[in-house]
């Protein structure tokens, strides 16, 4: 089991970085799918990772007025080799102090076990929902700010046995994010007296699922779960659906929330993705919207919920130095102490070098367990008249 201890004890750290020196430069890094199968989700992911930094930069406070640079890696969430590497240039080429990403599970844990562990060197990811994180060995170096999908699954079947949708097919990537996700549905699923038709796996990026879609209709289910990735295998598994008539109603994990998806359905079909609850929302909405983001992407708020932690560590170490900020994420993250939202950075970090505590609830009521994942809520999203939007919040 994996263990979030405060202290490097046992761990060689062999890129340590300095302490920042007031009014200096310094550099995080941002590893995330720029392009691949989350391309399409990106734009107001980056976005509210970005905003935590122009807001802090904005105030002056960090450090006495030191300035963050925001380095970018391109993981193209799928290859953990490109994950990996892009992660070692962030941390030896780029010098950051910490790393906010990976998205995907699989690349996020080629690299813990390949960068974070070794090197110790701090990672939150907005997006890595695969339940085997949990008991991945960290080594306390890895945190999440979307919740597991060992939580979503359950969610995304109780909901649907609610719509009265008995009986569906379920398809997901055969990836870690896929599988991880589509056993944590399946089982609830079936526990609350729904019925699987058709179970199976599909690869990404293939040119043609047509036979696919057909062995997933021949179970006789209108309906399908597509539980996989919005630019690639999913929206595939979509195209050939609608191209033949094999399905009519759409069930969809937060990996296919998107316009790419939504503006290929017909309205009515329906998906989870990690939500805070309508408060702290529409508190994001608008922090995002005045600093030009869209604060109703998938996944926005949680990326700027990981950026800032990573500055608020930092704030509360008084180092940029990669084990300091690693000991200060728990206490920052969790009560007690004054309570952080979006927004507020700038009088967060005020408080932190006037030696008050604060409790971070930022964007989505951040509140980390034992593991350093989050205990996040979901969002129930409709497609309506060709978008996605909220119909319901599930805790």
């Known amino acids: 089991m994996k263990s979030y201890m405060k202290t490097t004890a046992g761990f060689v750290i062999s890129a340590t970085m300095a302490t920042a020196s007031y009014g200096a430069s310094v550099n995080v890094g941002e590893l995330q799918g720029f392009t691949g199968p989350l391309e399409s989700m990106i734009g107001p992911m980056s976005g509210g990772a970005n905003l935590a930094v122009t807001e802090t930069n904005a105030s002056g406070n960090y450090l006495g007025g030191t300035t963050i640079n925001v380095v970018q890696g391109d993981s193209v969430c799928i290859d953990p080799a490109v994950a990996t590497a892009e992660a070692e240039r962030l941390m030896n080429d780029e010098n950051v102090m910490a790393i906010m990403g990976p998205n995907c599970s699989g690349n996020t844990g080629a690299v813990i076990t390949n960068v974070l562990v070794p090197n110790g060197i701090v990672s939150i990811s907005p997006s890595a929902t695969s339940p085997a994180l949990t008991t991945l060995e960290d080594g306390g170096w ?5 919740p597991s999908d060992a939580r979503q699954g359950p969610v995304l079947a109780s909901i649907a046995i609610s719509r009265g949708q008995t009986d569906m097919a379920v398809t997901h990537s055969n990836s870690d994010y896929g599988k991880g996700l589509a056993d944590a549905f399946v089982t609830a699923y079936e526990a609350a007296g729904g019925k699987v038709t058709v179970l199976a796996g599909h690869d990404d990026d293939k040119a043609d699922y047509s036979a696919d879609v057909a062995a997933l209709s021949a179970g006789g289910s209108s309906t399908l779960a ?21 399905f009519s109603n759409y069930v969809f994990g937060d990996g296919m929330i998107s316009d790419v998806t939504s503006g290929a359905v017909a309205d009515g079909s329906w998906g989870t993705m990690p939500s805070p609850d309508l408060s702290l929302s529409d508190n994001w909405v608008r922090v995002a919207a005045v600093g030009g983001v869209n604060g109703l992407g998938v996944f926005s708020a949680e990326s700027y919920d990981a950026m800032a932690l990573i500055i608020l560590a930092s704030q509360a170490a008084g180092s940029t130095d990669r084990a300091a900020i690693q000991a200060q994420v728990m206490d920052v993250a969790n009560a007690p102490g004054y309570q952080c939202y979006a927004g507020k950075l700038g009088e967060c970090l005020a408080m932190i070098s006037q030696g008050i505590p604060v409790d971070y609830v930022g964007a989505t009521g951040v509140e980390l367990d034992a593991g350093g994942t989050a205990n996040g809520s979901y969002a129930e999203s409709q497609v309506t008249g060709g978008a996605f939007s909220v119909v319901n919040i599930h805790k």
């Not at 890895?142 to 979307?146: E, I, K, N, P």
């Not at 539980?227 to 008539?245: K, V």
């Open 142 to 146: 890895f945190f999440r700010t979307a």
């Open 226 to 246: 597509v539980l996989g990735y919005a630019d690639t295998g999913g929206r595939g598994i979509i195209a050939a659906s609608e191209d033949t008539g094999a």
